[in-house]
């Protein structure tokens, strides 16, 4: 989840000789960036052009922060331009960006001096800052993603989250509006099979979707995951019936015995009985 910042900003000290920041061997690649000098539209906050010795020689353009960072103090993201690794979050406004040519001047947070600026989140309208720590930028749609992994004795999931910073606190209230969540759970195998959910939670289009996939047999889909938990067993015991299948006594049958056991399995795991 997003983590609330503090709304406080330290002054950065400049320094005067970037070309001599400590600087990590970049991997190359054609889909990371460095900042070209000056930044655009830096002449409209009266900065003098300023040309730096790129910290990070890696191929890649400008970047312009969206309309929604000059709204005021935001969340803005210290990227690692060799990685793309955000290594914290700071609360600072786009005037703060433009002052420091959408650089981090100092060392912050490990990431060395020259690490770029990225707007992440807006403010909520009581002042609250959020931020996405310990993500990565992804340049293509200019959002942020975590991916965690989990597993035990029952199966795997993979969480992974994205923000898109337009979409933050979108009602002025919740700071999370902008965070898409989806959830990945494939069960351990019974008798050979498996099942999946794919769980997608959108709360800036209200969205808290599912998807299970049963292996090798029927897939089901509802539009919020309590209907999961009060329809799922129903349904499938609906779709075995129609298939011929006897369930009064499922012991008697390894096929509805196995879908049953997977059903629990992706019902423990929406009511929160999955241990992490």
Known sequence: MLLKLILTMAMLLPTTAWANDPTPEPTPSNTLEWDQTPVPGSESWNQEPRYLVPVFNISGGSYTPPPEASLGYGGWAIVHPGTGYVHAVIVASIEYYYENIGRMQIEYAGCPAGCLLRFQTMASTDGNVVGLPSSHWNKSDQTFITEE????????????RKVTPSKTSSDEVNNETGLVTKSVFTSSQVNGLEVKLTRIQDLFNGEDSSVIEFQDWKS????????VSQNLASDV???????GYKIED???????????????????????????
């Not at 004795?153 to 969480?159: M, V």
């Not at 089901?220 to 209907?227: D, G, N, Q």
């Not at 012991?251 to 999955?274: A, D, P, R, S």
């Open 149 to 160: 992994f989990q597993s035990n004795e029952n199966g795997s999931t993979k969480i992974t």
């Open 220 to 227: 089901f889909t509802y539009e919020t995951s309590s209907e």
């Open 237 to 243: 015991e609906v779709e075995l019936i129609s298939e």
């Open 250 to 276: 499922p012991q008697e049958n390894v096929f509805v015995n196995t879908i049953n056991n997977l059903t629990k399995k992706v019902i423990k795991f929406l009511t929160g009985l999955y241990e992490k």
